[in-house]
């Protein structure tokens, strides 16, 4: 897996006819930035025209491994172990020089047809290529369930993934603070950022009863409670299993406590540094994706009743799934 910051580049393809149809879309504020409805699925107004692209021109690969999380899930998270654990033969991270130590975790996967995951740029990368999403499995192009592409996908438990947003979002926004109350009214509505998120959630859900093998959900609380066990089932995944002196020699530890929360937030990539948006109006600060990382963080942000009646949506949304929080 080749890809790291320097090779990434923006992407820059516009679609005259892609840009005409955005503007026919349904259109929304109340986010750090609008949100359009494509597809049954909220898209950042300002990346939709690039998103409605992949579905039609991304190309995927058999042996693709694509890393798809619902937003504030643990991307950052599972992109550095996923990174740490693919390129450990090539990449030794006790290096000054290591990638993770020069870029922000979110920088060395490239985005599909977003950040640094330009189209063309993709198809230049050498198999087999390690790349992420944010977008729902029905805005991905059908040959990657075809093909069979392996993915990994993440998700979170809904109450601690709405507070996560919503200090992200008023983290990074030049304007007036979102309240936590509009903030959970959005995303209860299924208004937020790649939502709704049940149905985000139920499609990767789906595909991996469908295809077990190629498909390992993860949930971010899994990672916390295990992150050795997590990793070794992602090495194995990856093509790259621990090896029996790798396991005696601590390896496992080491990649885990390298991409533990407290070791790449002190990097001094994570600490400073960020990227602007939207045409400047928001500035995405590397920082502001290592926020707290705790389970359950939401019982300081909501009232018993917020979460009783959030945890009434979740239980109906996902009703007769087999899926649970
Ligand atoms: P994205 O949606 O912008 O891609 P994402 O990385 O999915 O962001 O989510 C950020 C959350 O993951 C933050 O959660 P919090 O707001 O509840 O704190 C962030 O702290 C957490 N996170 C990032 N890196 C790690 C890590 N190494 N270990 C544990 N949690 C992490």
């Excluded at 209860?188 to 498909?215: K, M, T």
Aim: glycine share 6%; with cysteine; net charge negative.
């Amino acid at each position: 897996m080749a890809q790291v910051e320097s090779k990434i580049k923006e992407s820059s393809s516009n679609d005259p006819s892609e840009e005409a149809l955005v503007a026919t879309l349904p259109t929304r504020e109340g986010w750090s930035t609008p949100l359009t409805l494509h597809n049954n699925f909220w898209l950042r107004s300002h990346m939709a025209q690039k998103f409605m692209l992949v579905r039609d021109n991304f190309k995927p690969r058999r042996d693709d491994i694509i890393l798809a999380t619902h937003p504030k899930s643990g991307t950052t998270w599972l992109k550095a172990l996923a990174f740490t654990i693919s390129t450990r033969s090539r990449y030794d991270f006790a290096d000054a020089d290591h990638p993770l130590r020069t870029s922000n975790p979110q920088r060395v996967v490239p985005f599909i047809g977003a950040v640094g995951g330009d189209l063309d740029f993709l198809e230049t990368l050498p198999s087999p290529r390690l790349l992420s999403t944010h977008l729902p499995l029905s805005l991905l192009p059908p040959a990657v369930s075809a093909v069979g592409c392996r993915v990994v996908y993440l998700c979170r438990e809904p109450k601690d993934a709405l507070v996560s947003r919503w200090h992200f979002d008023n983290k990074m926004s030049k304007g007036d603070p979102i309240t936590l109350d509009d903030a959970f009214t959005m995303f209860c509505e299924g208004f937020s950022p790649f939502g709704p998120f049940w149905d985000h959630y139920l499609q990767y859900w789906e595909e991996s009863l469908a295809r077990p093998q190629e498909v390992m959900f993860l949930r971010y609380e899994e990672i916390v409670s295990d992150p050795l066990k997590v990793a070794r089932k992602l090495a194995s995944f990856l093509d790259a299993p621990f090896t029996e002196e790798e396991e005696k020699s601590g390896v496992v530890d080491q990649v885990v406590s390298f991409c533990s929360f407290e070791s790449l937030r002190n990097l001094d990539v994570n600490k400073t540094g960020g990227a602007e948006r939207a045409g400047g109006k928001i500035f995405i600060q590397h920082s502001s994706l290592f926020r707290k990382g705790k389970v359950g963080d939401w019982v300081n942000h909501m009232t018993k009743e917020m979460g009783e009646k959030m945890d009434r949506l979740v239980e109906e949304k996902l009703k007769g799934s087999g899926l649970e929080f």
